[in-house]
């Protein structure tokens, strides 16, 4: 009786994290279509509003030309033209016209990233798997997470240090592995924002510069790239390690944590890519994640994998 119980117990935990999983994943899904669909819908207007700056810097510089021209041929104006160039303050206007120009082109650049961002972040190609360059995902995801890069409130700025190796594109599900790429990195973001809990003033200031660090590799002969994502925030203790790809395992207060990032990801990489994921960290010192998959792989055992 008391080992039925057991088992039932059992069963229904494995349930609970199935349904956990299943739940956050069509959460993803759901999200990385609206996220793809805004990226796409905001594309044309950034586009037509591109498309016109260009025009009207080509105006802009055409009537400076003809207003200097005038005023080069005809020295004295007619009191009223002089009355309006003081009125709008002419030589002000001439210089500052075309910096208003360059920084909206600045913004409109940065737009575009966003929207390429978006898109490339949300590639919803669920169904199946196809070569994706993973440094575009990677770069996508640190796109999307600018604004918590920065410095905020008391927490200074977290440097993200690239190295990249030469890698060929990966075979696989594109958009679920920038998710694990977001659930580690966030994860590494409220890793340096807890390093400010409790702590002085003087112990913070005594703390190192906050990274996190991106390495690829590619190990030709086994046929497997490497990416490694190391943050020098607060590390965790071993029973915390050890816990880390639970579901629903978190140490986070209700309503900022859920404790499914990491089992998710777990999920992606090992069930969906065939791959490996490892969790290594001191405490106090920081944490690294090790994640290795296959260049190209056996379409047949993944989806047969996959499915299962
Ligand atoms: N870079 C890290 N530094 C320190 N602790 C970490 C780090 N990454 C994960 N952890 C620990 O692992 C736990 C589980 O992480 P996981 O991403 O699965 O869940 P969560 O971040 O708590 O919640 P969710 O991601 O669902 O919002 C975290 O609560 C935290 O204790
Ligand atoms: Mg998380």
């Known amino acids: 009786m008391q080992e039925r119980t ?3 117990t059992q069963s229904l935990q494995q349930l609970q994290n199935t349904q956990l999983q299943l739940i956050q994943s069509e959460k ?5 279509q609206l996220i793809a669909g805004i990226g796409h819908e905001i594309n044309n207007p950034i586009g037509f509003i591109s498309g016109n700056c260009s025009h009207i810097e080509e105006y802009v510089k055409d009537l400076l030309r003809l207003v200097n021209l005038q005023h080069q041929k005809l020295p004295h104006p007619d009191p009223e033209i002089e009355e309006l160039v003081e009125e709008i303050d002419l030589e002000y206007l001439v210089e500052d016209l075309p910096k208003i120009l360059g920084s909206m082109e600045q ?4 737009l575009k990233d966003i929207s390429l961002s ?3 972040f949300a590639r919803s190609d669920i169904s199946s798997m196809v070569e994706f360059q993973i440094h575009e995902g990677i770069d996508s995801t640190l796109m999307l997470l600018k604004h918590q890069l920065k410095d905020q409130g008391e927490r200074s700025v977290i440097e993200v240090v690239k190295q ?10 594109p958009g679920q592995l920038n998710q694990v790429f977001m659930n580690i990195i966030a994860n590494a973001i409220d890793a340096f924002d807890d390093l400010y809990q409790n702590r002085s003033v003087e112990e913070i200031a005594a703390a190192s510069p906050h ?6 590799s590619i190990q030709h002969e086994q046929q497997t790239v490497t990416i490694c994502i190391e943050d020098n925030a607060l590390g965790m203790p071993p029973e915390v390690q050890a816990r880390v790809f639970e579901p629903s395992f978190t140490t986070k207060p209700v309503g900022k944590g859920t404790g499914l990032g990491l089992a998710i990801s777990y999920q992606i990489i090992i069930d969906k890519h065939n791959g490996q994921i490892n969790c290594s960290s001191t405490s106090g010192q920081g944490t ?9 792989v056996d379409r047949k055992k993944i989806s047969a994998i996959a499915l299962g």
């Open 6 to 8: 057991a088992e039932l």
């Open 28 to 32: 993803m899904s759901t999200l990385g």
């Open 107 to 110: 913004g409109i650049g940065r």
């Open 118 to 120: 978006l898109r490339t």
């Open 164 to 173: 990249y190796g030469e890698l060929p594109p990966i075979t696989c599900y």
């Open 211 to 216: 990274t996190i660090m991106i390495a690829t």
């Open 288 to 296: 690294k994640f090790i994640i290795t998959l296959a260049t190209s």
